[in-house]
């Protein structure tokens, strides 16, 4: 019982120093949002909408916002198109070369996210491979640079998230008895079906979740956007870093701030009240099977 | 600035300053253990130079100087956020779109001449309550000029050169964070019959040029320079001077503004206001406008030195021949924006709205 009690107590100690990393920054952005801005960081000191009503009703702000979404999304779904098969491979690779790959898997994880991006930039410049291969398919025709747009914010956003959603996705596909695809293969199953039928459906809500979290990455994503956007993408991160670094507007820096956060709960939201209704994940499966 | 004042300058303080160019001048300050400082300035080799120059001098007399680098907006940010704290450092370096603000919410403090003895042989333009011109750096089109060779194109003349068909995808313009952003659509705007007055008619013009990207610092500008994947760019030709020494063809062409040719940027030191040690800033500050640090400063990194006789050492220096703009007459023709018309707010809100990106 002394045990349980310890436990549920440090249990309680990092729920509050979660609150207070966490929730505590975000009562100060709030709060903030609601003054009027001075100038040169100033507030106000009337209570408003007016910082919520200026960002809702200006087509740059909502721009910004459809803009900052969609490459998210997008970036989320690309990764784990990729990130599936990759961890399905490793999950099922049974050799002593999976622990080098899962150790440089982790590395590539922690690599500074800057290093990351500026090697990308090398990748994707007009002097770099890609588009040194591209001139020589299109026998010079093409003479565009792969940098400063949004497919190059695209790329860079999956780069970031991608080593994550591998890892987490592995630990998925380590859960779904390989037995279950033995017993799908004897029976006659083809790949695809083995896929659409066993895999897909016992894996669909540890895909659903890494997606979301590689969604909730690419959101608040700064770095990419910055370097490989090259001031032609601005994002709502990007915003909020020219709102306070170049105009010292903190109350309407911390408005999109708010607003950002929100859009990320309710995208959240909506998909797992959706996700309440699909079919059936991998615990599930597992009870059925 | 203006230019009776300049040409003042030009013509009056040489031999105030001349005795002041042997090395080894330390002025008036003495030798002891003179406590920390931090400097907000530039990164990359401007902020190196600026070490070897004036921070080496300071540690050498029993001083610490520690640099905080980023834009000047950056710092200006950390000073605002840090209101009512200790400042993040002593003195700063800034740019004539900060000072009015900086001044207004007293972030910087009125300097003390008495404890800047080198101040007097500056120019009376270059002396301001709380600020000292230390440096210009002149604004123009940076260009290759064997990939606009390569391609059949003559020296851009005016910013809207930078339209040519042939430089789509080459041309990168500084944005708006960038020190060089102001005099290039300040060019632009005149180049639309207008002037700093009306920045939003630079508008139509930048999206004409639809440059490749928007460069937010020099260090990334210079190696898509290097590499030849940018042509051309509204930058300083400072870089034009430290590129030639890695090889890269580099020149600048210097655009008209109305009747004025060339552009002038001034790098402004402030002292800032709460520092815990106001004598060894002055000290760092004081050592900046030595005029052997002045011109050693300007040679490494290409800009101009506001010491008169800096300016006639540089001068000698085969590096800056066809590069700076060094004659008395055409350094009273640079044009020098003047923020007291410009209307930020407006410019900003127009550069995030209505440049066509991407």
């Keep these: 019982m002394r045990i349980r009690r310890a436990y549920d107590g440090a249990l309680a100690l990092a729920l509050a120093v979660s609150v207070v990393l966490f929730i505590v920054p975000q009562l100060f952005f709030v709060r903030q949002s609601f003054f009027e801005s001075l100038a040169m960081g100033m507030m106000g000191d009337q209570l408003s909408f007016a910082n919520y009503a200026t960002i809702l009703s200006d087509g740059f702000y909502i721009a910004v916002f459809v803009r900052t979404i969609v490459l998210s999304a997008i970036a989320a779904l690309v990764a784990l198109f990729i990130a599936y098969p990759t961890a399905y491979w490793l999950a099922r690779l049974n050799s002593p070369v999976l622990r080098w790959l899962i150790i440089l898997l982790l590395v590539s994880s922690f690599v500074s996210i800057v290093v990351k991006v500026l090697g990308l930039s090398m990748l994707l410049g007009s002097q770099g491979p890609f588009a040194t291969f591209l001139r020589f398919v299109t026998l010079g025709w093409w003479s565009g640079s792969l940098l400063h747009n949004e497919l190059a914010v695209a790329i860079g ?17 380590q859960t779904i008895p390989k037995s279950l695809e033995d017993a799908a293969l004897v029976h006659g199953a083809s790949d695809w079906s083995l896929l659409r039928r ?16 590689a969604f909730n990455m690419n959101m608040g994503a700064f770095t990419s956007a910055v370097l490989l956007g090259g001031g032609n993408v601005l994002t709502v991160p990007v915003v909020i870093q020219r709102k306070i670094v170049l105009e010292v507007d903190y109350p309407v820096a911390s408005a999109l701030s708010v607003l950002l956060t929100t859009a990320v709960i309710v995208i959240n939201l909506l998909l797992v009240a959706l996700r309440r209704g699909g079919p059936v994940g991998a615990g599930q499966g597992r009870q059925a099977a | 600035m203006s230019n009776t004042s300049r040409r003042t300058f030009l013509s009056g303080v040489a031999g105030l300053s001349i005795a002041g160019l042997l090395p080894g001048s330390t002025g008036a300050w003495a030798q002891g253990n003179l406590g920390a400082i931090k400097v907000a300035t530039w990164g990359g080799s401007w902020r190196d130079s600026l070490d070897k120059q004036v921070g080496e001098p300071i540690r050498k007399a029993g001083g610490t100087v520690e640099y905080v680098v980023d834009t000047p907006q950056g710092n200006l940010a950390k000073l605002v956020a840090a209101r009512g704290r200790s400042a993040p450092f002593d003195t700063m370096e800034s740019g004539l779109e900060l000072v009015q603000l900086m001044a207004a919410d007293r972030f910087i403090q009125d300097l003390d001449y008495e404890k800047l003895p080198n101040a007097k042989l500056l120019p009376d333009f270059a002396r301001a309550k709380n600020y000292v011109m230390t440096l210009g750096s002149m604004d123009g089109i940076v260009y290759n000029h064997e990939k606009f060779k390569e391609a059949g194109l003559d020296a851009p003349k005016t910013y809207s050169d930078l339209a040519h068909p042939k430089l789509q995808g080459k041309v990168a313009f500084p944005d ?81 503004f109305g009747t004025k040719r060339g552009s002038l940027w001034p790098v402004l030191h402030h002292v800032v206001r709460g520092t815990e040690n106001e004598a060894l800033a002055h000290r760092f500050l004081d050592t900046y406008l030595e005029p052997q640090v002045q011109l050693s400063h300007a040679k490494a990194t290409g800009v101009l030195p506001v010491n008169r006789s800096a300016i006639q050492e540089l001068g000698k220096d085969p590096e800056t021949n066809g590069v700076l703009l060094l004659s008395d007459a055409e350094l ?13 707010a407006q410019w900003r809100s127009a550069w995030d709205r209505d440049i066509v990106r991407g």
Aim: aromatic share 10%; no cysteine.
């Design chain 2, 176 to 256: 708006v964070n960038h020190t060089q952003h102001w005099n290039a659509v300040a060019g632009l705007a005149y180049e639309a019959g207008a002037s700093e007055a009306d920045l939003t008619k630079a508008i139509p013009l930048i999206n004409k040029i639809k440059p490749a990207y928007f460069f937010s610092s020099s260090t990334d500008i210079a190696t898509k320079m290097s590499s030849g994947e940018i042509w051309a760019a509204p930058w300083h030709a400072g870089f034009v001077i430290r590129l030639r020494r890695s090889n890269v063809p580099l020149s600048i062409s210097y655009p008209q």
């Design chain 1, 198 to 213: 066993i895999l897909l459906p016992l894996s669909l809500n540890g895909i659903v979740t890494a997606g979301l979290i």
């Design chain 1, 157 to 173: 956003l999956v780069q970031y998230s991608l080593p994550l959603l591998i890892m987490l996705l592995f630990g998925v596909v």
């Design chain 2, 332 to 344: 009273d023709n640079l044009f020098v924006i003047d923020f007291s018309k410009v209307n930020l």
